[in-house]
């Protein structure tokens, strides 16, 4: 089980968040991907899940294939920086949106998607369904 030491990730509703837990776990995720790309990353967290994923990487144990590109100390930083994210999300009133939220925008991104910071008071199910471009 992921149990981030860092705060809670905000959650795109208020109340409690059943998806608390995976959602920690993606925000620290969204850390490793957005860093200069760790080539199999992707597919190694679409391949175990992104909590057995985020669980491997916190306990130390990188994959030997994402090893070169991915070393422990910035798996470590990764962390850290997903504790400031929280804070800093509590603070200004971001939340983290995932795949796994009825309100996940299909075109937000592929199947590599970890997760999204949003902003802001607009209903999050007229978002999800707004076309782009």
Known sequence: MFTPTRPSIPAPTSGPDPLAELRAARAFLMR?????????????????G???????LDRGEVP??????????????????????????TRCGARLLIPEDPWW???????GAVGLWVRGHAALEILSAAPYG
């Open 64 to 89: 030997e294939a994402l090893a070169a590109h991915l070393p422990l100390a910035r798996v470590r930083a990764a962390a850290a920086a997903a504790a400031v994210d929280g804070e800093a999300a």
């Open 105 to 111: 925008p299909t075109r937000a991104g592929g199947a």
């Open 50 to 56: 992104a909590l057995a994923a985020a669980e491997q």
């Open 32 to 48: 490793l991907v957005d860093q200069p790309a760790a080539p199999g990353l992707e597919q190694f967290i679409a391949r175990a």
